[in-house]
């Protein structure tokens, strides 16, 4: 599991439990694919690479350019730029 106050970059592909940021963003890098079971952000979850999680919960979630997500449920509006 991953838990940071701010803003976090995943920058390297990895399997994951839980991802939190309680205030900040989360984004994952172009040609990184994260694999978890739950994603908290308290602003924006920002993808360029591949996510597939069970749970997002986000102010948005925004996929971009050729960016892939696969999420059971999400707590945000889908937003493609």
Request: net charge positive; glycine share 8%; with cysteine.
């Amino acid at each position: 599991s991953i838990r940071t106050p701010g803003n976090l970059v995943i920058q390297n592909s990895g399997n994951y439990a839980e991802i939190e940021s309680t205030n900040g963003s989360i984004r994952i890098d172009e040609n990184v694919t994260v694999e978890a079971v739950s994603i908290t952000a308290g602003q924006g979850c920002f993808i360029q690479g591949t996510l597939t999680a069970w749970r997002v919960h986000a102010k948005r979630i925004t996929l971009e350019d050729r960016a892939r997500a696969f999420i059971k449920l999400a707590a945000a509006c889908l937003r493609k730029p």
